[in-house]
């Protein structure tokens, strides 16, 4: 119904950058929401950041003035600017939108496959 594919992980050193985006396809009727969450071993699944289609955005206070998230509705993308990276920012960052298809009229939550983003010396 809705595929995300996520870009953009990797190995980085502490206090640099990394972009991950995110594309949605499939038969998609409306997105409302596209963010990012984050998962480290050991620790639940958090929110990083969203945004909605109308542009309003949160982001996880540890990340704020750092991460910047931005989506173009067109395309059905998002992205993930990720700035001064420090090493707890390392977990595997899930793609995520919730969206309404042609062939499920209720609101749905997707998820990317996960792209892992190590912050290492």
């Known amino acids: 119904q809705v595929q995300l594919v996520e870009s953009g992980g990797g190995l980085v050193q502490p206090g640099g950058s990394l972009r991950l985006s995110c594309a949605a396809s499939g038969s998609i009727l409306s997105i409302y929401v596209m963010g990012w969450y984050r998962q480290a071993p050991g620790k639940q699944r958090e929110l990083v950041a969203d945004i909605t289609s109308g542009g309003v955005i949160n982001y996880a206070d540890s990340v704020k003035g750092r991460f910047i998230i931005s989506r173009d509705n067109a395309k059905n993308t998002v992205a993930l600017q990720m700035n001064s990276l420090k090493p707890e920012d390392t977990a595997v960052y899930y793609c995520?939108?919730?969206?309404?298809?042609?062939?499920?009229?209720?609101?749905?939550?997707?998820w990317g496959q996960g792209t892992q983003v190590t912050v290492s010396s």
């Open positions: 995520n939108t919730k969206a309404s298809t042609r062939w499920v009229s209720m609101v749905g939550n997707y």
